[in-house]
């Protein structure tokens, strides 16, 4: 079964300093989307970034990108010069193509709570 | 501002009630999807549907049903409501439905069941 882990509850980084949010996935379906969301105190799901799995290249958007290591299930995301208002809980989900009917739905993993420290 | 809306924002209800969440999505957009953030369940996928039919279904409640409507807005009605219900309930919306896009969610509709 399809399974999304992210090992770490909660982190701190210091501002303006790099962080790497750690993802993990399980699947046996080929083709797949990963992707980071983020979700403020305030309770909204934001989008942040995607990868395919038959992406080449790793994602990059803006301070964002994903480090995606397709031979050991991961993709992590990297914050690069964190920002008080990077402060949230983060999470990582995938999709799976079409699979017994079901396609696109986003299996998430229970988050990251990143901390950024002034 | 993604462009998916949600009412209301915040629902407060008794066991037993019934209720009903609404969703419009991004213009354009054909695939509606309803997924449930409890404290003890995380983030979970409830049902999927595609230019007003069901496309698939997740760990939703038979309690629960929802529907897609000609002008592609959708209804989530949530029915003998429990304590367990409370949770905050997303609407997101994608173009096709492909597991390649990204979905976009709406601001959420917190319930409380008292």
Known sequence: AQKITQTQPGMFVQEKEAVTLDCTYDTSDPSYGLFWYKQPSSGEMIFLIYQGSYDQQNATEGRYSLNFQKARKSANLVISASQLGDSAMYFCAMSRSNYGGSQGNLIFGKGTKLSVKP | ?114
């Open chain 2, 1 to 114: 501002d993604s462009g998916v809306t949600q009412t209301p924002k915040h629902l407060i209800t008794a066991t037993g009630q019934r209720v009903t969440l609404r969703c419009s999505p991004r213009s354009g957009d054909l695939s509606v999807y309803w997924y449930q953030q409890s404290l003890d369940q995380g983030l979970q996928f409830l049902i999927q549907y595609y230019n007003g039919e069901e496309r698939a279904k997740g760990n939703i409640l038979e309690r629960f049903s929802a529907q897609q409507f000609p002008d592609l807005h959708s209804e989530l009605n949530l029915s003998s409501l429990e304590l367990g219900d409370s949770a905050l309930y997303f609407c997101a919306s994608s173009g096709s439905g492909s597991y390649q896009e990204t979905q976009y969610f709406g601001p959420g509709t917190r319930l409380l069941v008292l």
